[in-house]
């Protein structure tokens, strides 16, 4: 904190460092599709820029790019993103000389029409054989490889954002002896999109929980690509995956089609009828969408809301700590809703559980609401839920070295002692209730849950935290093992 020019006070928020650290609850993962990048492989983006230089500039057919960028303008820091697509096809060339062919380095119809130029120049008082490829692919910018030796020229092209050089099926070195220049001009064609299926999207659930940074998890384009029953099955899916590992919460938007208080009411009734409270804890919707500028041309865009607001989440966890609620807080780069609901149906979707963003006058689009879907009151609170993730994931750096060393009262100990550091540093920052230490929290491994009958190759450990709001404890058992690793269960 530092003093302002004029009388008063001004507060300076200092970021934390930018790496790989799985401690951290400010990291989103996206899954979606994008114009271009690889497919189904989990990516580390740390800006705006690298999303477009990974994936491509945005051609308005998708929701992720610009829910990543709401994610960067709200002042998130860094992102996972796991691209989509159907079994698609990548953009090639004609075969070129001596057998080898040039394609697009990920499929999709993003590179049709790209332009492939070539330029070789025999050896000469100048220097020897050497290459120029220029490729020019439409809304990317223009990428020229100078001065190749033509037996580099495929290494040189793995370093390419936009093509690849691979041999067709006639194979055969390219010619390195031609006496004078000669050029190849060619196009590339044949690349086309297919929308994600369920599988696709099952399989990005699987993917997304073997990360173990990321603490929030976003699909913006997960309702415009599934419908109905699939849809529904694959969120409990994605609720089933990451709710046993209470490290991570799930951004929902509601389907683009919904847009009655009516039709979100019914939607949200069926997701809670068909989960228990343990998955619906694990997840939060935001409605409704965010009018944004367009990315492609001008005007305006429709998005859903998600991405923007693990920006903003992500903010306010640098700002005052996951443990207090995201909410109240201002969106940046949204202009207006796409539904503006009256007063009496706000309260009919608050009711539901939905958290509202609302319209307040002279402080522009803010998020109003922190729960879960879950309708239990020691799961209910976005705050508590996150509260318990950075639990779960201090508890585990903690206590997962001490996985294979012998069961014994030295071991009990050091867990005990181990935990008890987490939880006084989390008490000392105002996140856990009461004046006193014990009225927070309390780690229990003694001979009380571990009788002299219990399998000598497992530790229990026993922890109740009670949040700072309510005074309700948030009950976790550890369990190590010697023949399973650590596993962090909710009671």
Same mark, same amino acid.
Do not use: K
């Given at each position: 904190?530092?003093?302002?020019?004029?009388?008063?006070?001004?507060?300076?928020?200092?970021?934390?460092?930018?790496?790989?650290?799985?401690?951290?609850?400010?990291?989103?993962?996206?899954?979606?599709?994008?114009?271009?990048?690889? @497919?189904?492989?989990?990516?580390?983006?740390?800006?705006?820029?690298? @999303?477009?230089?990974?994936?491509?500039?945005?051609?308005?057919?998708?929701?992720?790019?610009?829910?990543?960028?709401?994610?960067? !303008?709200?002042?998130?820091?860094?992102?996972?993103?796991?691209?989509?697509?159907?079994?698609?096809?990548?953009?090639?060339?004609?075969?070129?000389?001596?057998?080898?062919?040039?394609?697009?380095?990920?499929?999709?119809?993003?590179?049709?029409?790209?332009?492939?130029?070539?330029?070789?120049? *025999?050896?000469?008082?100048?220097?020897? %054989?050497?290459?120029?490829?220029?490729?020019?692919?439409?809304?990317?910018?223009? !990428?020229?490889?100078?001065?190749?030796?033509?037996? !580099?020229?495929?290494?040189?092209?793995?370093?390419?954002?936009?093509?690849?050089?691979?041999? +067709?099926?006639? *194979?055969? %070195?390219?010619?390195?002896?031609?006496?004078?220049?000669?050029?190849?001009?060619?196009?590339?064609?044949?690349?086309?999109?297919?929308? %994600?299926?369920?599988?696709?999207?099952?399989?990005?659930?699987?993917?997304?929980?073997?990360?173990?940074?990321?603490?929030?998890?976003?699909?913006?384009?997960?309702?415009?690509?599934?419908?109905? *029953?699939?849809?529904? &099955?694959?969120?409990?899916?994605?609720?089933?995956?990451?709710?046993?590992?209470?490290?991570?919460?799930?951004?929902? &938007?509601?389907?683009?089609?919904?847009?009655?208080?009516?039709?979100?009411?019914?939607?949200?009734?069926?997701?809670?009828? #068909?989960?228990?409270?343990?998955?619906?804890?694990?997840?939060?919707?935001?409605?409704?969408?965010?009018?944004?500028?367009?990315?492609?041309?001008?005007?305006?865009?429709?998005?859903?809301?998600? *991405?923007?607001?693990?920006?903003?989440?992500?903010?306010?966890?640098?700002?005052?700590?996951?443990?207090?609620?995201?909410?109240?807080?201002? #969106?940046?780069?949204?202009?207006?809703?796409?539904?503006?609901?009256?007063?009496?149906?706000?309260?009919?979707?608050?009711?539901? +559980?939905? &958290?509202?963003?609302?319209?307040?006058?002279?402080?522009?689009?803010?998020?109003?609401?922190?729960?879960?879907?879950?309708?239990?009151?020691?799961?209910?609170?976005?705050?508590?839920?996150?509260?318990?993730?950075?639990?779960?994931?201090?508890?585990?750096?903690?206590?997962?070295?001490?996985?294979?060393?012998?069961?014994?009262?030295?071991?009990?100990?050091?867990?005990?002692?181990?935990?008890?550091?987490?939880?006084?540093? +989390?008490?000392?920052?105002?996140?856990?209730?009461?004046?006193?230490?014990?009225?927070?929290?309390?780690?229990?491994?003694?001979?009380?849950?571990?009788?002299?009958?219990?399998?000598?190759?497992?530790?229990?450990?026993?922890?109740?935290?009670?949040?700072?709001?309510?005074?309700?404890?948030?009950?976790?058992?550890?369990?190590?093992?010697?023949?399973?690793?650590?596993?962090?269960?909710?009671?």
């Amino acid at each position: 904190m530092t003093g302002a020019a004029l009388p008063g006070v001004s507060l300076t928020f200092e970021r934390a460092g930018s790496d790989s650290e799985p401690l951290r609850t400010d990291v989103a993962v996206f899954i979606g599709r994008t114009r271009r990048g690889p @497919v189904g492989v989990p990516v580390r983006v740390g800006s705006w820029n690298d @999303v477009v230089d990974t994936y491509g500039p945005p051609d308005g057919r998708s929701a992720t790019p610009y829910a990543l960028r709401g994610f960067f !303008e709200n002042e998130g820091r860094a992102a996972w993103v796991l691209r989509l697509s159907g079994p698609a096809t990548a953009s090639a060339s004609a075969p070129w000389t001596g057998g080898y062919v040039f394609v697009a380095r990920s499929p999709g119809a993003w590179a049709n029409g790209g332009r492939i130029t070539v330029r070789y120049r *025999g050896s000469s008082v100048a220097g020897p %054989p050497s290459l120029t490829v220029r490729v020019q692919v439409p809304g990317e910018p223009v !990428e020229i490889l100078a001065g190749v030796a033509p037996d !580099e020229v495929v290494d040189r092209l793995a370093t390419s954002r936009l093509i690849s050089l691979v041999e +067709n099926d006639s *194979g055969g %070195p390219i010619p390195v002896d031609a006496p004078i220049s000669m050029s190849w001009d060619l196009t590339l064609t044949g690349g086309a999109d297919v929308p %994600p299926g369920r599988d696709e999207y099952a399989a990005a659930v699987t993917a997304q929980a073997e990360l173990p940074e990321p603490a929030l998890v976003a699909s913006p384009d997960l309702g415009t690509d599934l419908a109905g *029953g699939d849809h529904s &099955d694959l969120v409990l899916s994605l609720l089933a995956t990451c709710a046993p590992l209470l490290d991570r919460l799930v951004l929902l &938007d509601v389907p683009p089609e919904l847009s009655t208080v009516d039709e979100v009411g019914a939607w949200v009734g069926a997701l809670t009828d #068909l989960g228990d409270e343990a998955l619906l804890a694990a997840a939060a919707v935001y409605h409704p969408p965010l009018r944004v500028p367009s990315l492609v041309g001008t005007g305006l865009r429709t998005v859903p809301a998600a *991405g923007h607001v693990a920006g903003l989440v992500a903010r306010l966890d640098d700002e005052r700590g996951a443990a207090s609620t995201p909410a109240n807080a201002t #969106l940046l780069d949204a202009v207006d809703l796409a539904v503006e609901y009256p007063e009496a149906q706000q309260v009919r979707l608050f009711e539901a +559980n939905v &958290d509202l963003v609302r319209c307040v006058r002279g402080r522009g689009l803010v998020v109003w609401g922190g729960r879960t879907l879950s309708g239990d009151p020691r799961r209910r609170f976005v705050a508590h839920r996150r509260l318990l993730h950075v639990l779960v994931r201090a508890i585990r750096r903690v206590a997962a070295p001490l996985v294979f060393d012998v069961n014994s009262p030295e071991l009990r100990l050091t867990l005990v002692r181990a935990i008890t550091s987490v939880l006084l540093e +989390n008490f000392r920052t105002g996140a856990l209730a009461g004046t006193r230490p014990e009225q927070a929290f309390r780690v229990v491994c003694d001979d009380t849950n571990n009788p002299s009958t219990q399998d000598p190759g497992t530790v229990v450990c026993d922890v109740e935290v009670a949040p700072a709001v309510p005074m309700e404890f948030v009950r976790l058992r550890l369990v190590l093992g010697q023949d399973r690793g650590l596993e962090v269960i909710e009671s």
